[in-house]
Every structure is written in structure tokens, then in C-alpha cells.
T-cell receptor, first 116, second 112 residues
């Protein structure tokens, strides 16, 4: 069981370039997420997909787009990268979003993105 | 405004001692509180969760307490080992809203 797999692990972009972070989970989870983690800011939710076919904005969606390609895959796209998007990005998944019922989140290993 | 606060200063502790981390929150009505471990260069990994009506939960050398009056959770690592060195994140799930919100994490360094 691979869990949550995201690629690439490292990427350097020039300002204005675009790129897509790929994510796949093999746990048959309904819900998937993209977070960014910055020093002193903790984990912040960018976008999420509660179930296949739906996507919604999180706390910090500006400058990003997402696609829930199927139940397994959830990609994050930076259309025109900016230095403020330099961060570590984590994809995650959960059975559903009923956290008040004790659901927990499974994270990928992270993607380190630098925008110069 | 809503806040989840964890001590941003690293906790340095001698091997064998008990490490105690705090997670304080304001303006939340949490149904569950969860704790995750994050190693450098890796994603967070779930460790334990505790319900609002539970006072204490244990898993091996880990113990979590939850005091909704004080709006605080304590996370204890007993008989700490160098392998316990990591950053520990708390996360709150509210009773309504289908949301899980993370604290900033506390780094623990266990010295042999």
C-alpha cells in the first residue's frame, strides 16, 4: 500500500511559469486535499475535494487551481507562479470529511517548490 | 478570532524523561482533537485522537489529555527516546463544519 503519492518531490520554477503537482491515493478515500506548509504558518488548506466530481476552496486558494481527475487523483496547478508560492505542498486524503466523527487525514511526503 | 496555539519554541529533553506538549485553542467547540507527528522532510502522520468527552487517551508511551474547560490538550511522551525527535502537530475537528484545523506544531529534540 503506497498510501498518498505526490510528484514531483522538488521543483524550481521561474516567476510566471506554470506547473502541476500530481497526487494519487490508493486507499479508496472519498476526500482529498492540498495544503501548503510555511515556517510559522502551519498547514494551510488550499483546496479540497469532498468527493469525486467536487472541488472547493480552502483558506488560501488564490493563484491555484485543482482538478479531481477521478476518485484516486487530485492535481494542483499553479498557472503563473509567484515567489510567494515558494512552499512545501502536501497532498492528503481521508475517508470523508466527517472529522467530527473521528476521521483522520493521511498525508503524502510533500513537494518542495521554489519560485525564483 | 479562532486560534490554535502550540509552543513554537523547540522542546529539548533528555532521553528517558517525559516530554509534555501543549495545544491551546480559542473560539472553537472541538468534537475531536488529533495529534500528528512530522519528521523532517516528510508528511505528518496520525498518532492519536481524543473525543471532547474523554479526559485521557493512551497509546504505548503516548498519552493525550483533553480539558474543554481550560481549552487545552496536553501530549505526553513518556520515557522519551532520540527516535521521538520530531515535530508534533495538534489538529481540531469542530462539531460542525467538516473542518480539521492544524496548529503550528512543536519541535521536540530528545538528547541521548
Amino acid at each position: 500500500n503506497a498510501g498518498v503519492t505526490q510528484t514531483p518531490k522538488f521543483q524550481v520554477l521561474k516567476t510566471g511559469q506554470s506547473m502541476t503537482l500530481q497526487c494519487a491515493q490508493d486507499m479508496n478515500h472519498n476526500s482529498m486535499y492540498w495544503y501548503r506548509q510555511d515556517p510559522g504558518m502551519g498547514l494551510r488548506l488550499i483546496y479540497y475535494s469532498a468527493s469525486e466530481g467536487t472541488t472547493d476552496k480552502g483558506e488560501v486558494p488564490n493563484g491555484y487551481n485543482v482538478s479531481r481527475l477521478n476518485k484516486r487523483e487530485f492535481s494542483l496547478r499553479l498557472e503563473s507562479a509567484a515567489p510567494s508560492q515558494t512552499s512545501v505542498y502536501f497532498c492528503a486524503s481521508s475517508e470523508n470529511r466527517e472529522f467530527a466523527s473521528g476521521n483522520t487525514i493521511y498525508f503524502g511526503e510533500g513537494s518542495w517548490l521554489t519560485v525564483v | 478570532s479562532q486560534k490554535i496555539e502550540q509552543n513554537s519554541e523547540a522542546l529539548n529533553i533528555q532521553e528517558g524523561k517525559t516530554a509534555t506538549l501543549t495545544c491551546n485553542y480559542t473560539n472553537y467547540s472541538p468534537a475531536y482533537l488529533q495529534w500528528y507527528r512530522q519528521d523532517p522532510g516528510r508528511g505528518p502522520v496520525f498518532l492519536l485522537l481524543i473525543r471532547e468527552n474523554e479526559k485521557e487517551k493512551r497509546k504505548e508511551r503516548l498519552k493525550v489529555t483533553f480539558d474543554t474547560t481550560l481549552k487545552q490538550s496536553l501530549f505526553h511522551i513518556t520515557a522519551s527516546q532520540p527516535a521521538d525527535s520530531a515535530t508534533y502537530l495538534c489538529a481540531l475537528a469542530q462539531a460542525a463544519g467538516n473542518k480539521l484545523t492544524f496548529g503550528g506544531g512543536t519541535r521536540v529534540l530528545v538528547k541521548p
